[in-house]
Every structure is written in C-alpha cells, then in structure tokens.
C-alpha cells in the first residue's frame, strides 16, 4: 500500500514537472499561481493546522517577500536570490518581533490581532520612501514563465517536505500537544512560546518566498496588493477545504479550489466571486477536517459521515 502510494506521489510529481513542456502558456501561468496558493496553503498549515492558531497575518510575511525582492532588484540593483533571501529575513524578523506578543492570545482574540497586521503594515509601507510609498515599485522584466512555474514547483516540494518532517519530529508533536491541549502541553514540559514563535517564522518564511516569487513574475508590487487580506483568506479556505494538519490535504484542495475557481471565471464570471464562499460553509459544517478526513474514512461510514458533522455542529 505504501509503496502504491509512493509510485502515485511520484507520478504526480512528474507530470507537475513535464508542465512547461507540454502545456500552453495559459496553463503555465495557471500553474504559477495554483502552486504559489498551494504553498501559502501549506505555510499557514504550519501555525493553522499543527499548532492550531488560525493566523490571518501571513499576508504580511507575503507582502514583506514581495517587498523584499523588491527593494533589492529595484532599488539596490540585486540578484533575485539576494532579494529573495532578503524578504525571508525580514518575515522572520516580523514574525519573532511580533509572534512572541500576539500569540500569547487565543482563538478568536488572536484572530482578531492577526487580521489587524496586514492593514497596519500596508500604511507603514505606503509611507517608505525606499518601497516606493502609495505609487509601488516596478522590478526588471524577466519573460520567462516556465523558470517561474519550476520555482515555485521547488518551493512547493520544500514546503511540503517541511511539513512531513513535523509529522516526524519532535517539535511536529509538541505542535500538535498545544493544538489540542496547550495547558497540558506546558505542563509536559513542551516550551509553548517558542515552539508557536518558531512555527510562525516557518510558516511566514514560505509565505515570504511564494511572494517574492510572484513579484518577480508580475514585475510591479504596491501595498494594496502586497498585503491583501483576501489572500490570507484563500488560504485559509484551501487548507480547511483540503485538511488542516495533514501533510498533502493543503496542497489537493490548493490545487483543486484553483482550477474550479479558474474553470468558473472564465465560464460564469459573476459566480466566481461566490465559489469561496460556498466552499467555506461546506467545509465547515460537512467536512471541517477536510478532503483528507473524507477520504480516510468515508469508506467505512458512507454518507452517515456529513450527517454525523452536522449532529456534531447541533445545527
């Protein structure tokens, strides 16, 4: 079974590569965002679904990695690896500096907090001289979509090998003991503070490469669209839809909220915007653990698993 399973992944894997070779452009720049949503998905999974505090402040780390590369190519006239380096750095800095107050708050206080970050550091950016204030920053073109896809393929791979890793590791399962019992977790002598602080600068990390990437592969970046909040919620929404805590169920429903999303835009313009929120209600009150829940277990309880969601909700 395992060995099937792994055959599959690689096949998987293989076709995701050979993309640039055989696909259209269209479906080339398709990928380069499908996959850079799948990597966000995958970050947020980190600090979301191991350890359980559903940040909504990772549109930040993205807006610093955009900005980062940025600066560096724009302004300092530097390669893209430096610049790219650069955002991660500042991600980890913002989310030490900033981690270590706000996720001493819980549920929906911290949510709250989170969500507040993206608005404030969108003013500050506006009003820095080397970002570019309110006009934004324009980076040297650089036509190459099939590079872009490969990049963000790797990040992809990187993200999800990480998160493999935490379902190996010791610090994977002090992750899980806060989610599902922070109190009990201190008592065992699990370091909550540092490993939630360490949590979120993985996940801002990644966060920050994804966006890095696709600034350099839109060639402009301003803080509007650097620090959007609707991206966090997509997010969101993918690593829900696919199984928050589980190693591959961001990634599917990543993948699989894109296309449908893209099929509906270009099709039924005006029910594109609705498709989210569709999704989110079906999530939460059908399938809260996800694609990867059903998958594991729909076989041995059939359709009674949507109902028993339902009774567990009391609605």
């Known amino acids: 079974m395992r060995a099937a399973r792994t055959m599959l992944l690689l096949a998987a894997l293989a076709v995701l590569v050979a993309v640039p070779w055989f696909g259209s452009d269209v479906l080339i720049q398709f990928g380069i965002n499908a996959l850079l949503l799948a990597v966000l998905a995958q970050g947020w999974n980190v600090i979301g679904g191991y350890a359980g505090y559903a940040s909504f402040g990772n549109s930040v780390f993205y807006g610093l990695g955009s900005y980062g590369v940025a600066i560096a190519m724009a302004q300092w006239q530097l390669p893209f690896g430096v610049g790219l380096l650069f955002g991660a750095a500042l991600a980890v800095v913002f989310a030490v500096l900033i981690g270590m107050p706000v996720l001493r708050l819980r549920g929906h206080y911290f949510a709250i907090a989170t969500l507040a970050l993206a608005q404030v550091m969108a003013a500050i950016v506006s009003n820095v001289k080397l970002a570019g204030r309110n006009v934004g920053l324009v980076l040297p073109p650089l036509n190459n979509d099939p590079l872009f896809y490969e990049l963000s ?17 010791r610090f994977g399962f002090g992750l899980i003991a806060i989610r599902e019992n922070e109190e ?18 993985i996940s ?11 600034a350099y592969w839109v060639t402009f970046i301003d803080p509007e669209s650097a620090f959007d909040i609707g991206l ?59 694609l990867a829940d059903v998958l594991r277990r729909f076989r041995s309880t059939g359709w009674r698993y949507f109902a028993e969601n339902v009774r567990s909700h009391q609605l």
């Open 184 to 201: 009990g977790a201190a008592v065992m002598g699990v370091n909550t503070t540092l490993y939630k602080t360490v949590a979120f600068a």
């Open 232 to 290: 966090n919620v997509k997010m969101i929404i993918m690593a829900v839809f696919g199984g928050p805590g589980t190693v591959f169920g961001p990634v599917v429903g990543a993948l699989s909220l894109s296309a449908v999303s893209e099929l509906l835009s270009s099709e039924i313009t005006s029910l594109a915007g609705l498709f989210f929120g569709v999704v989110v209600v079906v999530a939460v009150v059908l399938m809260p653990r996800g």
């Open 153 to 169: 393929l790797v990040l992809l791979v990187l993200a999800t090998l990480t998160v493999y890793w935490l379902t190996r590791s």
């Open 204 to 214: 801002g990390v990644f966060s920050a490469l994804a966006g890095g990437i696709h």
